[in-house]
Nanobody, 124 residues
Framework: QVQLVESGGGLVQAGDSLSLSCAVS????????MGWFRQAPGKERDFVAY????????YYADSVKGRFTISRDYAKNTVYLQMNSLKSEDTAVYYC?????????????????WGQGTQVTVSL
């Protein structure tokens, strides 16, 4: 049973930084493409970023490009999302996800395992 546990969410002001973590257990971390999604109230779950098996390639949504950085630590079986220059529109529940598939992984249905989510609130 693969489990993903996010942490690091909270309340920050616009312009601040925040780092999210997602610890993966029960599976082989290096065989998963890891992604981050977010969901604001009343909206669909949107893609934020993903990182490939080796960490050699990353991909970002246009809305976060240049502000967010995804990375992974194989020794800790953990994926991170460093968020800088936060805006009020970044407010959402952030979800970590793991995919055993290949291809373009920017939609939720391409992912096999999900965390419970962590709330990020950015005030003006």
């Amino acid at each position: 049973q693969v489990q993903l546990v996010e942490s690091g969410g909270g309340l920050v002001q616009a312009g601040d930084s925040l780092s999210l973590s997602c610890a993966v257990s029960g599976g082989t971390f290096g065989t998963y493409i890891m992604g981050w999604f977010r969901q604001a109230p009343g909206k669909e779950r949107d893609f934020v970023a993903y990182i490939t098996w080796t960490g050699a390639r990353t991909y970002y949504a246009d809305s976060v490009k240049g502000r967010f950085t995804i990375s992974r630590d194989y020794a800790k079986n953990t994926v991170y999302l460093q968020m800088n220059s936060l805006k009020s529109e970044d407010t959402a529940v952030y979800y970590c996800a793991a995919s055993a598939r290949g291809g373009v992984l920017v939609t939720p249905e391409r992912y096999d395992y999900w965390g419970q989510g962590t709330q990020v609130t950015v005030s003006l």
